[in-house]
């Protein structure tokens, strides 16, 4: 009995890690999770995101290697923005930042997005620079999350499915080990993936917020707020609409486009410069390949080199 125990126990254990193989060979799924310290001190750090390491300087911001250095005598090239922007899961000389970097060699590259950034991040970072800097360009990713940071007081009541995510998540012992395991082993995150299918249910939470006219009037505001940082000031600057990898499913061909469209109404009203990436990434034939696997907004490399091959002409 106890040989027949043991027998069925290794051969579970032996697919188990066949399968973990298998899904790291093939990229099929990617680690989650971001080092425990950047959180207490993101500076001068080295650290862990998806998996990929990466660096920070003296400011909190990634960059290539440690003890990085600025010319003050280059010109300035500042991407603002979230985790989007920041990179997690791809080395940093294939994000979008790090190409530009080693494309753009007379320009400081300021890759000024962290993780947990939010909108009203962004203003500060954005006054900062022009408070402390000359002759900046910037770079300014509006992701759909940035409306999540808007709350109204009444309880969301969108989705059963997410209600029942959420109350997991908010068990302590299920949430650590949640963490733990969704840094440490990809066949965790691909099934995870597969049952909740969190690329539409995060898609579904900030869509509903569009439509949510107090919450987009607050979202409104945060926007015009940053753009008012510019006026009277010579600085050339463009806002970027970046899709979420839902909306990439069917070829584009059956996705609620409503998060863009209104972001859009908001840019033209207040004639801001911006540009719209939905359009690109539909029209991309490997649209699906764009993201990390399972993973609603953050880019793979590839999704890297499409965002790059725009903003090396600005």
């Known amino acids: 009995m106890k040989k027949t125990i043991l027998i069925n126990i290794s051969l579970i254990l032996t697919f188990f890690f066949i399968f973990e193989f298998f899904l790291r060979v093939l990229d099929l799924s990617s680690l989650r999770g971001l080092s425990e310290s950047y959180s207490k001190n993101n500076r001068n750090l080295e650290g862990k995101a998806f998996g990929e390491k990466f660096y920070t300087d003296q400011y909190g911001y990634r960059v290539p290697n440690k003890n990085y250095l600025y010319d003050k005598k280059k010109d300035n090239i500042i991407l603002i923005g979230d985790s989007f922007v920041f990179g997690p899961g791809i080395i940093e000389e294939k994000t979008f930042s790090g190409k530009l970097r080693t494309e753009k060699t007379n320009f400081n590259i300021y890759n000024s997005a962290k993780p947990g950034d939010q909108i009203n991040d962004y203003y500060f970072q954005i006054k900062n620079f022009i408070k402390n800097y000359d002759d900046n360009k910037f770079i300014i990713f509006i992701n759909f999350d940035d409306i999540n940071m808007l709350q109204k007081k009444e309880k969301n009541t969108n989705s059963q499915k997410k209600e029942f995510v959420e109350n997991l998540r908010n068990i302590k012992l299920l949430n650590k080990v949640n963490t733990i395991f969704r840094s440490k082993l990809h066949s965790y995150v691909w099934l995870v993936g597969v049952t909740t299918d969190p690329s539409k249910r995060y898609y579904n939470n900030v869509n509903i917020k569009f439509k949510d006219e107090l919450i987009f009037d607050q979202f409104t505001k945060e926007i015009k ?50 540009y719209d990436f939905t359009k690109v990434f539909c029209e991309e034939s490997k649209n699906k390949k764009l993201f990390i696997n399972f993973d609603p907004t953050h880019l793979s490399e590839h999704g890297h080199n499409i965002i790059f091959d725009y903003i090396k002409k600005f």
Do not use: A, E, H, W
């Open 225 to 274: 707020k940053i753009n008012d940082l510019f006026k009277d000031k010579k600085v050339k600057k463009i806002f970027l609409i970046t899709p979420y990898s839902y909306q990439m499913r069917s070829d584009c061909g059956k996705t609620n486009f409503t998060p863009q469209n209104k972001l859009k109404k908001i840019f033209i009203d207040n004639k801001i410069n911006f």
